[in-house]
């Protein structure tokens, strides 16, 4: 009988043990949670207060048949605005307003407005840090106007403006000419000394009457202060140099002179290699580049030897000239959204000790060497364009 | 914790007064176990112990041609085989004795021998002194026969009664494979599996259990292949139960497992001669019991439930991918619930976004929370199952609609329960039926996990199957761990784990089972070409 009492013994231990050591956790049921998908943070009236706003889905009106001749067409989301001192005290403000408590794991993009970006977002990152709920593959915006406008937008293909967002975020890959930044890499360039925020940016457009969110570009902070925007092109010459080019379209003009070519991105990847000449510090950007031929506008034959070497030779000058002119504007704006300085770090790290505050000083004038292996390869269902022979 | 020890105490007193008051009645009764010379006398005993059922027939003639005997046949009507009484036994001793006359010389003792050798043309035919003995194979069918004059009575063997033919069994259905199944009578089962292997190793030992019933109980097994040990062990436990009856092999099952207490069934059962007798080629002991269909096997291994006879018959490719697709299912029939639960009211942040927009939309309005909903649609399914198979055949189909389609469909369409829940409590039932050796025990496992996983979450789940694993680990059959080969690893049997592989690569026997004679068949087995012929 004594064993059965130690077997008893160690149960109850082991009971005890296993719930003290259960986390934070509760037991919520579905229909108890305001699902959000959506975050954004404007300034409020008040001075030095922020006003959230939560987009919040209603399943069930997600699940009905949109639209149609049912009259009532209520939207399937709905737009909680509050305001605090603090992000976190804005969140809890909303319990006033929901009766659901606001969950934020399915959260997908956190939206700043311009005015507040320009301010420096430092003291708003810290909740999205903290709390366990925010994930940390939220993608990070920048509106061009008011946060709370861009989640009211029209989202036609989907349901709720917020997820169309980022959809837009996840389909800009097809032209990399917009960037996509997560919360994870925003933090980690935020907490570099020398490498500078950027963000995606979205901006509402009107098409016949309807306000519509449209991605461009890319915001660049200094520090944590939005300094300047960068335009289609310069954001892919940005994406040639940090390797984030997945797809895209680079037109060239025609070997023979009449019409275009359009080139297709098929792989992309780059290298930053630091090298010290002179007692200088130097930067060597290798970008090797696969393209397809995708469009031919001429009607001469591209395939042939001369022809294919020449507009190999224009789409590496092609993305050459974006890569320039993405590094001239970010000199321009004394921001080093290459991560230059990271890689000079890596490279010489002794050297680097000296350098590291005064990295300022040394990247607007940096030398940089733009080295573009850029290869085509196929020419699609066809070699010749449709003419008659 | 005092109480139960009183209890038991006082069990364990009832026990020991119980088996004196035995013994006693056995010692009354020993005054008249051995039959005397007087035939009128014998009978007159015989009556008594039979009593007056009106199925036993005593049939009493006089044979001889100058000198007639007395003489009377004792059989159970209905267990025997009229024929073989009339033609054989009967006939001979009442038209044919003449043809036998006994020499001065010889008494009625060595003539007993006589009929014995010459006159009775049954094939089985013994001498029995005993009142004991000789009512034991009366009520089993046999025919008894007292001759005047004689202590001795000879028992001759007719046995035959209505039987089940041999048929399909219903719980094992197979697609490619022998249809034969087990019937209710033993020695159809023995004559089964003796038809499959022709070994003279293979061996019957039969035995006698249950006070009243008395019921046949055989042990088989293959010498030389089957480890002693195991043999002595299954013996010593089997001759250890003292019960009255024992009506079927779960009867027996129940007495000789090695964890009474375990969910799990450490005694493995079927009702394939063809399985059977690869476990025994295995080195298992295989258990048979007259009066039922289904042979115990042991010792078990969890893994054997995964295991189907077809895996063997079809080829080891396929064979592997269901196999596969068992320990899939099985997962699914225990975790099913409990993750639903476990995902919707802990871990939402783990459920891909548009997955999670429709099992919203679905709990919207329902008024149960999750915990109630699995709980009630497990409960209502575990009913149905059960009214399922005890209803008579036709009601069946009654059963399936107002289950399928009031239950299910209108549940849902009334807001009782959420889609989702009947979606998960449906596949669950589904899976369970897929590895049927373990369904019972997937369906308390799964309550199990369901109820933790609603108060505990995922976190909940891990602990009830981290406790499962210890528990499979720690538990044996027969001296043979139950998680084995994968608890010990003997990574030698992994070969017929997760995985079949050809017949041709299973040189050896489980390791923990049959390495008493390890080698099945010999090496490089497998298809090839034939050597080449040197040119000459």
């Known amino acids: ?229 960068l335009n289609k092109s310069e954001t892919r010459g940005l994406l040639w140099v940090i390797g984030e080019v997945k797809s895209g379209i680079i037109v060239v003009k025609s070997p023979g002179g009449n019409g275009e070519v359009s080139l297709e991105i098929i792989h992309a990847s780059s290298k930053i290699i630091p090298e010290i000449k002179d007692n200088n510090i130097h930067i060597r950007v290798e970008i090797t ?100 022979e | 914790m005092l109480r139960f020890l009183a209890k038991k105490l006082h069990f364990l007193q009832l026990l020991s007064q119980n088996s004196e008051d035995k013994q006693e009645s056995k010692s009354r009764e020993s005054s008249q176990t051995s039959l005397s010379r007087d035939i009128t006398q014998n009978l007159k005993v015989l009556k008594d112990i039979l009593g007056p059922s009106n199925d036993i027939n005593i049939r009493e003639f006089s044979f001889g041609y100058e000198e007639k005997v007395d003489a009377a046949i004792i059989f159970v009507d209905g267990m025997v085989e009229k024929t073989t009484i009339n033609e054989s036994i009967i006939k001979p001793l009442m038209y044919d004795s003449h043809l036998f006359t006994p020499k001065e010389s010889q008494t009625i003792t060595t003539s007993i021998d006589l009929i014995q050798r010459s006159m009775i043309s049954v094939g089985d035919v013994k001498k029995v002194d005993s009142f004991d003995e000789l009512v034991d194979d009366c009520l089993y069918g046999d025919t008894v026969l007292l001759i005047d004059g004689s202590h001795e009575a000879l028992v001759i063997s007719t046995k035959g009664w209505e039987s089940r033919g041999v048929q399909e069994p219903k719980t094992e259905a197979v697609v490619r494979g022998p249809r034969e199944g087990f019937t209710e009578t033993l020695r159809t089962n023995t004559t089964l599996l003796r038809r499959k292997i022709r070994d003279p190793n293979f061996i019957f030992e039969s035995m006698q259990l249950g006070q009243r ?89 969890f893994i054997e439930s995964f295991q189907s006879a077809e895996d063997y018959y079809s080829r080891p490719y396929y064979a592997s991918l269901i196999r596969t697709l068992r320990f899939i299912a099985y997962t699914i029939t225990i975790l099913a619930p409990a993750v639903y639960v476990a995902l919707t009211t802990y871990h939402q942040e783990s459920i891909p976004t548009p997955l999670l927009i429709t099992m919203a939309a679905a709990r919207e309005g329902t008024p149960f929370p999750a915990i109630v909903e699995a709980l009630m649609m497990g409960t209502i399914y575990e009913i149905l199952w059960e009214a399922g198979i005890r209803l008579p055949r036709p009601v069946g189909s009654a059963i399936s609609i107002v289950g399928a389609l009031v239950i299910g469909e209108s549940a849902v369409s009334a807001g009782l329960i959420g889609a989702p829940m009947v979606i998960v409590v449906a596949l669950t039932a589904i899976a369970s039926f897929v590895v049927p050796a373990q369904s019972d025990t997937a369906t308390m496992l799964r309550f199990v996990l369901t109820v933790f996983a609603s108060v505990l979450g995922a976190f909940g789940i891990m602990i009830v199957l981290l406790g499962v694993l210890i528990h499979l680990s720690a538990l044996r059959s027969f001296g043979t761990p139950y998680f084995s080969p994968l608890a010990p690893l003997s990574p030698r049997d992994l070969k017929d784990v997760f995985a079949r592989v050809p017949l041709w690569a299973m040189f050896t026997r489980p390791r923990t089972i049959g390495w008493h004679d390890p080698q099945r068949q010999e090496f490089r087995l497998d298809p090839h070409p034939p050597p080449e012929e040197s040119e000459k």
């Open chain 1, 1 to 229: 009988m004594p064993k059965r009492r130690k077997i008893l013994f160690k149960l109850i231990i082991f009971i005890i043990f296993i719930l003290s050591i259960a986390g934070c956790w509760n037991r919520r049921e579905l229909d108890t949670l305001a699902i959000v998908f959506g975050v954004g943070i404007d300034k409020a009236k008040k001075p030095g207060n922020i006003e959230i706003t939560a987009q919040v889905i209603k399943p069930g009106e997600m699940k009905s048949p949109q639209g149609g001749s049912g009259g009532g067409g209520e939207k399937p989301y709905w737009n909680l605005t509050s305001s605090g001192k603090t992000i976190f005290s804005a969140v809890r403000e909303f319990t006033h307003k929901s009766n659901r408590k606001l969950y934020f794991p399915h959260n997908e993009i956190i939206i700043f407005s311009e005015d507040i970006a320009k301010e420096g977002i430092r003291k708003y990152m810290d909740f999205f840090i903290r709390d366990p709920e925010i994930r940390r593959l939220v993608w990070v915006l920048v509106a061009k106007g008011n946060a709370s406008e861009v989640l009211e937008t029209k989202a036609i293909l989907e349901k709720v403006p917020a997820r169309n967002i980022a959809q837009l975020i996840e389909a800009r890959a097809a032209t990399s000419q917009a960037s996509a930044v997560r919360l994870q890499e925003f933090l980690t360039r935020l907490m570099s000394k020398t490498t500078a925020p950027i963000a995606s940016v979205i901006e509402i457009t009107r098409e016949k009457k309807e306000k519509i969110a449209r991605l461009i570009g890319t915001a660049v902070f200094k520090d944590d202060k939005l300094v300047g925007y």
């Open chain 1, 289 to 388: 580049e696969e393209g397809n031929l995708g469009e031919q506008t001429s009607a001469e034959d591209l395939t042939s030897l001369p022809a294919w070497t020449v507009l190999e030779r224009r789409q590496s000058e092609a993305i050459h000239n974006e890569v320039r002119r993405a590094l001239k504007k970010a000199q321009e704006l004394n921001t080093d959204i290459f991560a230059f300085g990271e890689a000079v770090h890596r490279k010489y790290p002794e050297l680097w000790k000296d350098i590291e505050n005064r990295w300022d000083e040394y990247f607007p004038n940096i030398e940089v060497t733009i080295n573009v292996n850029a290869k085509l390869r196929r020419s699609g269902m066809t070699t010749k364009p449709p003419k008659p």
């Open chain 2, 213 to 301: 019933t008395k019921t046949s109980v055989c042990l088989a097994y293959i010498k030389g292949i089957v480890n002693p040990k195991l043999v002595e062990e299954v013996r010593r436990r089997l001759k250890r139960i003292k019960t009255d009856a024992i009506l079927e092999s779960g009867y027996i099952e129940e007495f000789i497992e090695d964890a009474p207490f375990s969910p799990f069934a450490t005694v493995a059962n079927s009702e394939k001669p063809d399985v059977i007798a690869a476990k025994l080629l295995e080195g298992r002991v295989a258990i048979l019991v007259d009066g039922t269909p289904m042979v115990l096997t042991v010792p078990m291994l």
